[in-house]
């Protein structure tokens, strides 16, 4: 199974700014996926990152508020770009192996203040 | 568009009784996955149990069952002997077979969150 870690685990930040949510597995994985998990709320997939191509994003979400890196077959980063309260939620990097079974980071708590 | 619906937005049950988390879902493909994920306290998405739609045998995992019915489009989950390391969020969640392998995302149910008491 994959092991997949995520910076920061939680952050609290004003409204305006950004931050990078990084994402690191510990083997190498086609595709990487974003989700987005809202206060008491179910998953969201906001993308998918394939490396060495542009992300693949969901209906809602856009490239300038969510960009998003995948530089190599082991690491993604996630932008949530110019934050509002709005964007409050838990970010979650997951992977799939070829066993079918998709492994999930510990996720990114972030607050906007 | 695949839809994932749980209708149990909680359930308890008591420690070593048995409980069942339902869980119905929209598709028009006829190869596809179902998985049951677990989420404390904690935020770590758990992967509990995973059926196979081509398969006619429901999975089992330790003290986790399910109940497939494929036709009915219904996959519910029975926690057997309920542990209060059991208490969580209980996710069905939805993956296509077709495409690009490896590429297929997951659509989440609402969620069930499950208390055990003691």
């Known amino acids: 199974s994959a092991v997949i870690s995520q910076k920061p685990s939680r952050d609290i930040c004003q409204r305006g700014t950004s931050l990078t949510i990084q994402c690191q597995v510990d083997?190498?994985?086609?595709?990487m996926f974003w989700y987005r998990q809202q206060p008491g709320q179910s998953l969201t997939l906001i993308a998918t990152?394939?490396?060495?191509?542009?992300?693949?994003?969901e209906s809602g979400f856009v490239i300038d508020k969510f960009p998003i890196s995948r530089p190599n077959l082991t690491f993604s980063t996630l932008t949530v770009s110019n934050m509002s309260p709005e964007d409050s939620s838990i970010y979650l990097c997951?992977?799939?192996?070829?066993?079918?079974?998709?492994?999930f980071g510990p996720g990114t708590r972030l607050t906007v203040t | 568009a695949q839809t994932v619906t749980q209708s149990q937005p909680e359930m308890s049950v008591q420690e070593a009784e048995t409980v069942t988390l339902s869980c119905t879902y929209d598709?028009?493909?006829?190869?596809?996955?179902l998985f049951w994920y677990k989420q404390p306290p904690s935020r770590q998405m758990i992967l509990v149990i995973r059926?196979?739609?081509?398969?006619?045998q429901n999975a089992t995992e330790n003290r986790f069952s399910v109940n497939f019915q494929k036709a009915a489009k219904s996959f519910s989950l029975k926690i057997s002997d309920s542990q209060l390391g059991d208490a969580a969020m209980y996710f069905c969640?939805?993956?296509?077979?077709?495409?690009?392998?490896?590429?297929?995302?997951?659509?989440f149910g609402q969620g069930t969150r499950l208390t055990i008491n003691p």
């Open positions: 997951s992977v799939a192996d070829r066993s079918y079974e998709q492994y």
């Open positions: 083997s190498q994985v086609t595709m």
């Open positions: 990152a394939n490396q060495g191509s542009e992300a693949t994003y």
């Open positions: 598709t028009s493909e006829s190869d596809y996955y």
């Open positions: 059926q196979e739609a081509y398969k006619q």
């Open positions: 969640a939805y993956r296509s077979a077709r495409g690009i392998w490896g590429a297929q995302k997951l659509v």
